[in-house]
């Protein structure tokens, strides 16, 4: 893997210190913004994925999307499926 330390110094994401490179509070905040996204982006498509399923399954569906949206703890969720 490339990594082009110039560039991303002067992004201020890396700093070299003495034959290291050391990623600063801005880069490490950059890389947990993208992995939050990327979180995001996985959750929007479960919620799309139980609304395509609804007529299937209505009531499933609506706990998968309640569990997305954050309305509904995992234990809640767990607990109206049918034993």
Do not use: I, K
């Not at 070299?16 to 939050?36: C, E, K, P």
């Not at 609304?51 to 954050?70: I, S």
């Amino acid at each position: 893997m490339y990594v082009d330390v110039p560039v991303l110094t002067w992004l201020r994401l890396l700093e070299q210190r003495d034959d290291w490179l050391v990623v600063t509070d801005l880069g490490t905040a950059v890389h947990y913004r993208r992995v939050a996204e990327a979180c995001e982006l996985r959750l929007s498509d479960v919620a799309r994925f139980a609304e395509a399923g609804e007529a299937a399954a209505p009531h499933f569906a609506r706990t998968v999307r309640r569990l997305a949206q954050g309305s509904l703890s995992l234990a809640e969720a767990l607990g109206s499926l049918p034993a």
